[in-house]
């Protein structure tokens, strides 16, 4: 959990076991990390993080969509997130900003919604097409 402490990010509800959570390495050093907390058909995407070393090389893009086609095959279909700095950053994956009050029950009884996020996070939601591949 450093690497999500130097990034200001929760940990709070962060599951132990980390089944749907990925990491990548770099010469035995982690250096990124992306998970989903999954609520049936939906999805809360979690702890999207880049160590500073290695950012803008495309490590943080390829978590992404290395989660996205494990989403899809876990039977989600949406996917939501809460950001306060990187909003900007997940529309190119097809995230779109949506009003808090669209999130389902599930993915807003989240630890992350109820206590670990600030309300003033930016929500936002990736719908997924089972058929879809992802590149």
């Known amino acids: ?10 940990a709070a509800g962060v599951p132990a076991s980390l089944a749907d959570f ?3 390495e770099d010469r035995s050093q982690i250096v990124g990390a992306i998970g989903i907390e999954r609520y049936g058909q939906a999805a809360l995407l979690r702890s999207a993080v880049v160590a500073p070393v290695a950012r803008g090389t495309g490590v943080g893009a390829a978590l992404v969509r290395r989660l996205l086609g494990h989403a899809r095959e876990c039977g989600v279909v949406e996917l939501y997130l809460l950001t306060t700095t990187a909003e900007q950053y997940f529309p190119r994956f097809g995230f779109v ?19 670990a996020c600030p309300a003033s996070a930016v929500v936002m939601r990736r719908m997924l ?5 992802q590149r």
Request: without cysteine.
């Open 129 to 133: 097409d089972p058929e879809e591949v």
């Open 97 to 115: 900003q949506i009003a808090r009050a669209e999130v389902p029950d599930g993915v807003r009884g989240s630890v992350e919604f109820r206590e």
């Open 22 to 24: 990925f990491v990548a």
């Open 1 to 10: 959990m450093g690497l999500l402490g130097a990034a200001d990010l929760p």
